[in-house]
């Protein structure tokens, strides 16, 4: 299986998208500041993902899986940020939170799914 056939890889890149679209309409002065932080978070999500799966052991997997979890915890906190300085709407707000949580929830299932044998901790 590659990384592609992934659920969890084809909602990153979805996120990534989503991000991209809405950092399109921050200000310029934000474009060294949290456009690039946003993009920066949204990209290493599918890139752990991708990586992870390349390594072919179940701990290396599940180790890039949490670093994907963390770039997704950032996104998050880059979000309220940018809607704190009303940059993006509440709704919008709201929808990328809901998108983001369902991703948190996919990347989780996948290192319990990782770990289960294992006995780790997710």
Known sequence: MSY???IAW???????KQIYDVTDS??????YGLVSQHRRAAVSIPSNIAEGQAHYTNPEFVRFLRHARGSLA??????????ERGYISKDKLNDLIRYTDEL???I???I????????EKS
Not at 10 to 16: D, G, H, P, R, S
Not at 74 to 83: G, V, Y
Request: glycine content about 8%; proline content about 2%; charged content about 30%.
């Open 4 to 6: 592609r056939d992934l």
């Open 10 to 16: 084809k909602k990153a890149m979805e996120l990534v």
């Open 26 to 31: 921050l200000p310029q002065q934000e474009m």
């Open 74 to 83: 950032e996104i998050e906190t880059q979000l309220l940020i940018a809607q």
């Open 104 to 106: 948190g929830r996919v």
């Open 108 to 110: 989780s299932g996948l």
């Open 112 to 119: 319990t799914s990782m770990t289960k044998t294992k006995g």
